[in-house]
């Protein structure tokens, strides 16, 4: 019988899910605690950095992150123990990284997708202004967190479930 | 403990630096380290250079970690020298794989120093 998750869409969607993921990467990687906040949007600095990773396999999507400058900053500090004026290569190589980490963590919690989803390589975008639109997805987790008053938002987006 | 030449190979550099800092932490003070930034540029490492140990993240561009290790046997390069696996990849399909492939160890991203020394030490004490 072919290999389906069609009928565990309620697990695979657990909002829960990645909480405890972006929980788990933030106190094992940078030894700090996150809180999940659902008020209003802060306004946000102009320039943000975005690192996308895809899912294929059982299920196809993409795990996306997002924060303004200073927080991206401020993460890549907590990870390498060095201070960024910008958003340099390594800040990009920090954050792409965390990504990944959220994005395997993410499909760990659901043994099914941890054996049978794959993982892109990082991608990560810099700019001012611009929005993520996704036609149509299966599904779609939009939560934001805190750490340290800095803020930060991840998606996962399910174009695909087989 | 002597010196420990390691390769470290991950195509993220604060990965490699944070692989490098959870050694030091262990305790392997004494430590060496090439970096590589992908299995092509690991096996050019080991053949130039002599290593008593090498961590390797699985999901790479050019050759993943796995290639990279079918190819270091494959090559005779590094005989005996133990290989852990650091990646985000967990299911149990994949450390099967790297464990056919010639790993010794697998840790899973994220980890903690005290995962590090505790699958890694125990390899060095088998050299």
Known sequence: MALSLRDSVDLVSDPRNLDTSVEEVFHLMLGVNCTRYSGPPEAGEPESVTAVVGFGGLLSGACVFRSGSSAAMKIAAHMTGMEFEEVDDTVKDGIGEICNMLAGAWKGKVPQLAANCGLSIPAVITGRDYNLHVQAPEFKLYHRYKFDGAGFEVTIICDGLQ | ?127
């Open chain 2, 1 to 127: 403990m002597s010196e420990v030449r390691t390769l470290i190979v991950d195509d993220s550099s604060v990965m490699r630096k944070i692989v490098e800092r959870s050694l030091r932490q262990a305790g392997l003070d004494s430590l060496v380290v090439f970096e590589a930034g992908s299995g092509i540029d690991g096996l050019e490492v080991l053949k130039a250079e002599h290593v008593d140990l090498i961590l390797s993240d699985i999901n790479m561009p050019s050759m993943d970690g796995l290639e990279f290790l079918r190819q270091i046997r494959a090559l005779n390069l590094a005989a005996g020298v133990p290989v852990v696996m650091i990646t985000t990849e967990s299911s149990e399909e994949h450390v099967k794989q790297a464990i056919l492939a010639g790993a010794q160890g697998y840790i899973r991203k994220p980890f903690t120093p005290e995962q590090v020394k505790e699958r890694v030490l125990p390899l060095l004490r088998t050299v």
